[in-house]
């Protein structure tokens, strides 16, 4: 790969201490007037400067060793001893060469401890998952082990680059195993022996016919068979030096993981210090440079020139101002920004800027239902390139105007939306904001239908790194990438706090509303180049999460048909049960006391009924949480009796009570709210109501579904994936007998239970494949043998006997289980089927029990999460198909794999045949999809 390839605007990390000693050998020996050596200085400057002309990187990092030991001495004391020490004249120009690189705007990072190598290789790996192209320049061979398509080398002597390919061509292995190349052949120039009798060639034909250094090891007796002279010896040779290898390995390979502060990683170039460098080059002699400086020629390039204007806002006057969450410094530029009180102003503004093909556009609303919100304001901005002009428009809705207002008339909400529907309603301008479901159904209330390109900022952040909880993911994000967010956030905090029913102070609306709108358009010209520039990252922003946000607006706008004389009449019947339980209670109590509370429980259980303690909470106190009052109930009444009465309670609490209070006056429907950034596998979300966890697994819950019904005329239709995470897991695990039993019709439950309890599948009990599935969804989601023993309630051997046979029976499983955790620990995030990160920064907490939470989430997240990415997709093609003729068809819940329709009668077949049709092909795995259909007239009798 020569110098011509074509890469623009990477990341650049540059081995500092490689760059020192090959100026101290390839410059001539210039020094100053007084005989100081500057021509190292001199040399790694030119070099430094050459790169950033050439490449024009944004962000940069010259990083350089440390003296003293590292954990390779500790392993090896031989590590390195053959290097001279560092000669005088070489040693003079360090630290002068790091203050001018400084001054430069350029990180300079010297980590104790570690190896130069390691701390690259660890920040080239952070970028490069973040999809960033990483150039490293370097002379150091082990440094072609990280590289990817992500992370290239250079030598900036020869200009030759190393992608995997030339990696290959260059030590005839790829990327992936120069360690175990490494181990084997040795490094002399770090005094790594390697195995002896090992050559170059040697190491290429056993690695690359049989495998790295592990299953090599584990397949030593291959070796016997390849066509390769003096085999045997061969053999004999890594046979007796296996530990030396292992230990050549663990010199040889450069760590990835190395504990850096977050400021190690903020590597974008700055401004020049000026000052400091008209000094350093006035000492140093560097007399073209210091001209250079002064008559302004010299800069970074020089400096890197953003394709993107993404943070253009910056440059205006008043943004610095804005920035600032201090209202007392917040002031309006009039000749940029509007608050418009008449149709003339409004009519103007838009005459000014129609021609531009972008909108910001934020709603400003007194609550977040779209039934009740009232508009109390809205701001926005149109433009090509930069944000140059916004206007806030306050809507007369009872406002109280103050003092410096009071003569303004304010505008209707009727007059605004009027003479902004062009805007809107226009499919060829650009519309950006955040949280805009909400103002998609806020706007189609009033008759105004969304068009256009839409992005949200808050789905650009959340696809690109599965949460929206930036915090939690800091060490994921690049400096500029966790600025925005941050900046947005502040935004979004300091403009929600003061949403108030009542507008007091028009004028301090105006400020922060414009402060948000500019961390908007700031933050989506960080994310939307990341988006782009990931194809199917892309795919999912365009193709399911905006099509989605009209899909989910229209369900909740529609909702779904609630029986209130069932709730109510269930409701009565739950306070005769729970009436009853406490009764029985009291009874066996022998004492009336309040089964709500958690402290006169502990009284009777453990003080006054002597029953034994289990567990105890943090505070010390008994415990009696549902694991143990199940525990308790298998011997004594009274536990049996609090956990039932605790379900009943719930219900009624959560369900019938709350259900009843949500139920809409005018159209007799409750209006969920779906959220699509909350979860962390990328599945919807439901709230108030919550729709997604009205309980269906006992009677009494499944009673509440009851009232869910269709109109007259009508019927409730069930569409629900069957199995849908295990055939998920055939398809990415590849398991032959797992897809087998898929594509063979097999129950997979009765054949698993069949294989695990050794009977024949024709005896296999009701109980035995309740078990089975148990283990089979219990395994997918990254359960142990110990956490299987207590769903099972069998001991921790029986529990383990069952695993070892599943996966005997499916070892692909057990393969692809093992890779997952291999990749998280490695990226720290796992992806589904469609490409979506779900990030698990837990991964690397410290916290033992946080570390194997996230373990197992990486191992359910890609199934759980390619689930969600399916059922979206059905969503979409449903949707469509819906469109396309006025079809008797409602999409009225999404319940994790499952669709909810309202059907009229005469439409029935036909529904059922095309969802079913739709869900089943909207994605092709190995294994078929399948969908459980059910018809009602309630959604009890229709799941």
Known sequence: MNSQSTIHNPIILVDGSFYMYRAYHAYPPLTTQNGQPVWVIY????????????????????????????????LFKQYKSNRIKIPDDL????????KIIKAMGISVLNIPNVEADDVIATLATFYAQLNKTVLISTGDKDMAQIVSSNIILINTMSNIMLNPTEVEKKFGVPPTLIADYLALVGDRADNIPGVPGIGKKTAQIVLNQIGNLNILYQNLNNILQLNIRGRKKIYQALLINKELAFLCYKLATIKIDVPLQESDYKLLIQEINTQDLILLFTQYEFNTWLTDLQSGKWNNTNKYEKKIISTAYTKHANTKIIQNSSYNNLKLNNNSNYIIYNTATLKHWIKQNYHK???ILNIHSDNSNIFTANILGLCLSLYNIYINQYIYIPISNNIQIPNQYNNKNYLSLKNVL???????EN????????????????????????????????????ILYGTTNYQNIKRFLNKETFNSILNFQQSYDNYNNYIVKEIKNIYQESLYAIQLILAIFDLHQI???QLYSNDKLKKIFQEIEIPLISILAHIESYGVLIDKTLLCSYSMELNVHLNTLQNQAYQLAGTS?????????????????????????????PSTNEEVLKKLSHKYPIPKIILKYRSLSKLKSTYTNKLISMVNTESNRIHTSYNQTRTATGRLSSANPNLQNIPNRNHDGRKIRQAFIAPSHSVIVSADYSQIELRIMAHLSRDFKLINDFLSGKDIHTTTASEIFVTSLNLVTNEQRHQAKTINFGLIYGMSAFGLSKQLSVTCYEAQKYVDRYF???PGVMQYIQHIKDNVYKYGYVSTLEGRKLYLPNIYSKNLSKKKGAERAAINAPMQGSAADIIKKAMISINYWLKQDDIPVQMIMQVHDELVFEVQNNFIDTAIKQIKKLMEECFILDVPLKVDIGVGKNWEQAH
Do not use: C
């Not at 009027?418 to 809107?424: A, E, F």
């Not at 502990?602 to 105890?616: A, G, T, V």
């Open 427 to 462: 499919p060829a301008v650009v519309k950006i904001g955040q949280n805009m479901k909400f103002n998609y159904s806020l706007l189609k209330r009033h008759n105004i239908n969304l068009s256009g390109k839409i992005f949200d900022v808050i789905l650009e952040f959340y």
């Open 91 to 98: 040693s003079i120009q360090i630290i002068p060469t790091h």
């Open 593 to 621: 006391f309040n089964l709500d509370s958690i402290k006169q429980l502990q009284e009777i259980l453990y003080k006054k009924q002597k029953l034994p303690i289990l567990k105890k909470t943090p505070s010390g106190s």
């Open 527 to 529: 994310l939307w180049p």
């Open 418 to 424: 009027l003479n902004l529907q062009p805007i809107l």
């Open 357 to 359: 093909n972008h909108l």
């Open 808 to 810: 005997q029976r499916y």
């Open 43 to 74: 040399g790694v400057i030119s070099m430094i400067k050459s790169l950033i002309t050439r490449y024009q990187p944004s962000h940069m990092a010259v990083i350089f060793d440390v003296s003293g030991k590292t954990f390779r001495d500790d």
